[in-house]
């Protein structure tokens, strides 16, 4: 069968099981076309960052397949890898490093050198602090060390970008950056997954949601469906992890 070279990332029949034939996540399916934005939305323990993980090939799935870029993480881990950005809920950056010291470390690690002129543009595309791109990354915030992250991505020319709660611990302005950071990625043709609690965040940016209930998928539907849902009755039972 002919690959859809429209989808960034499709989750086919994902299962995790742990320890003890604990569920991690049942018979997942989703898909995200390039240009678009879904998030996995649900309570703590829900599944959002095994998702996430398997996504990542960080864990192994015990049923189903992940497929990026038209390639299985089965078959090609290596090349999908190439292919992906993954944005942690706390970004890790070498912390007496500067935002150029960061980027180019990470990118020589896959053969990219991108001069610095290349970097500062980036980062001004980013609304990162040019003033900051020559200071130690442990005076940033936690916005700057996410935008060094992206940046990371974009020049090393992923075009799957992973988020881990991005906006989670953001003051409000920051948070603002972020969703428009969000929409800018989306209009360039990324495909973008992302974990959330900010149901604000979700029907601001999101095109889809995919809201999780113990590791299924119980709910399906558009970002903006969920403004004003009250947060425990769509989330229902909640997880313990």
Do not use: W
């Not at 990162?128 to 936690?142: D, G, H, I, Q």
């Not at 916005?143 to 991005?166: H, N, S, W, Y």
């Amino acid at each position: 069968m002919t690959a859809d070279t429209s989808i960034g990332l499709a989750c086919r029949a994902i299962t995790k099981l742990f320890s003890e034939g604990r569920t991690g996540v049942r018979d997942i399916h989703f898909e995200v076309p390039y240009g678009s934005v879904l998030a996995v939305v649900g309570g703590n323990g829900a599944g959002k960052t095994t998702i996430l993980n398997l996504c990542l090939g960080f864990l192994k799935p015990d049923a189903g397949d992940i497929v990026i870029g038209g390639v299985s993480i089965r078959i090609g881990p290596l090349a999908v890898r190439k292919r992906v950005a993954y944005v942690p809920e706390v970004a890790r950056l070498y912390a007496h490093q500067s935002a150029l010291q960061n980027i180019r470390f990470f990118n020589s690690l896959i053969g990219e050198r991108p001069t610095d002129d290349e970097i500062l543009e980036l980062l001004g595309t980013l609304d990162f602090p040019l003033t900051a791109a020559r200071e130690p990354a442990s005076t940033y915030s936690k916005g700057m060390r996410q935008k060094v992250t992206i940046a990371i991505g974009l020049l090393k020319g992923a075009d799957v970008f992973l988020l881990d709660e991005p906006t989670s611990g953001l003051d409000p302005r920051s948070r603002g950056d972020f969703r428009g950071i969000m929409r800018r990625l989306r209009a360039n043709g990324k495909a973008i997954l992302f974990s959330s609690h900010d149901l604000d965040s979700v029907y601001e940016v999101a095109d889809r949601a995919a809201v999780l209930r113990s590791g299924v998928i119980a709910l399906e539907c558009s970002g903006s469906s969920l403004r004003g849902r009250d947060v425990d009755s769509l989330y229902g039972e909640r997880g313990n992890g």
